[in-house]
């Protein structure tokens, strides 16, 4: 009896709750740390990033408008199908990043209740960031949190999917839609994570994930008029400079990320806090 | 019947009674549905880039029908529409203005006010838009009101239960009537090609119309799915170019309804090059109507001319 011939994969990009081949028509293959073919995936153009950040505008005024109560809900509810596919991630994992079994097995495990952790920060902002404030006049004074928009995320390239989900996680929390630009060598686990996303109940366009090359992509979001912030974690170092001006032109939020961020660490707020504006209310106290 | 103008003996035979009309409207080709969805299609794929995408989209801008026909519309969004049309893009003067405004006749004084002087035209519809069930006396003096406010360009629509039961005598008395009503003002027949069915009846219906003296065809009131589509516009294009070659005559082609994006914008001007002709890529004789379509004309031509995509924060939301 001969050997089984394995089925190869070809993945394709994730916009506006869809799958679609890129624009490009291009695709290049996947390598493990060891050079061996583990899958091909979609290169990404600027067109598909155009596409991504029309969607994720459109997703914006529904998500951004659900309660974060519901918010909470649906984010652990991604939670759970995370968990049911954990097999399939440790065995990405090990194989992107090059990693034993056992350590990829704990890296599933962290990211997985990274995104719990987020889910539960999504109904606790608005009170943790939010105040009252004691003002010279008979008026009430309320700040709250509001989502900035549209972020553009430049996912991490060591980190496949502790890194992917600590960055995506706070940024879809508060409220905000994102444009994800997935780590270049090993977009496996976030190509795995499209699928989890598409059959759970976060709408389409609320998350967009496109593979390809960040360096070739990464500046068309930057320049984006229709881009209101944008993450530079997994930006290559050649272009960080040119990124952060080019998002000057349109006064976008930058994320500028510590170097070598460790993920394996309990975060702090400052992802979270990091794509939020401030919303003041002043309203007259009566008599 | 009368024909309304002088025609070529063919032509002005088909108009002499309502069987005669039958009779050539019905002994024009058939439409091969097939063929023309291919070649619609086909013409959609061809790449208009750089120098000459720019150049389509300032013919696509001068080319617009700027149309608000809701039944909350105020005089102050009309206002408003009539600044847009006027300059569209306030941080580039060199954008340039849009054909016409379109509106309901209670509003067309309103717009007519705010442009005088500026070359831009006011359109109205009439005749009981847009399902066109009223009576004659009801659409003709729609028409007057229309035209007395202060509308150049009236878009009339057809009463496309008389076409579909076959009266076509009186959907061309019809036409020839509101006609007279105009005046000097143009005169576009909406033939609301979502609800005529087939190809066939789209080219009879624009020949009733070409027959009947209507200075445009326009596809659609933008009030019923499907509005304006590709093979459509094909097959009224097809009758305009006919009219010219048997009477030297040129009529106008608007789609409305369903025209977005810049990228369908530019596969209709393809289509008018290639079906029409040169001659067609004018707004004396192509119109887009449209509301939404401007802003991301106005996108496109800010990312082309910036190196980078513009978004919807730039433009004005009407």
Redesign the interface.
Known sequence: MSDRITVAKTYKLYIGGKFPRSESGRSYPVADTKGAFLANAAQGSRKDARDAVTAARKAFGGWSGTTAYNRGQVLYRVAEVLEGRREQFITEVAGSEGVALKKAQSLVDTAIDRWVWYAGWTDKIAAVLGSSNPVAGPYFSFSTPEPTGVVAVLAPQQSSLLGLISVIAPVIASGNTCVVITSQDRPLPAITLSEVLATSDVPGGVVNIITGRTAEIAPWLASHGDVNALDLTGAPESIRADLERSAAGTVKRVLRNKAGEDFTATPDMSRLRAYLETKTVWHPMGV | MAAPTTLPSALADATRDESSLRRFLHGLPGVDQVGVEQRAAGLGTRSIKKASKLHAIDLAISMVDLTTLEGADTHGKVRSLAAKARRPDPDRPDVPQVAAVCVYPDMVKTAADDLVGTGINVASVATAFPSGRSTMDIKLADTRFAVEQGASEVDMVIDRGAFLSGRYGQVFEEIVKIKEACGDAHLKVILETGELVTYDNVRRASWLALLAGGDFIKTSTGKVQPAATLPVTHVMLQAVRDWKDQTGELRGVKPAGGIRTTKDAIKYLVAVHEVAGREWLDPHLFRFGASTLLNDLLMQR?TQLD????????VTVD
């Open positions: 800010r190196g980078h995509y513009s978004g919807p924060d730039y």
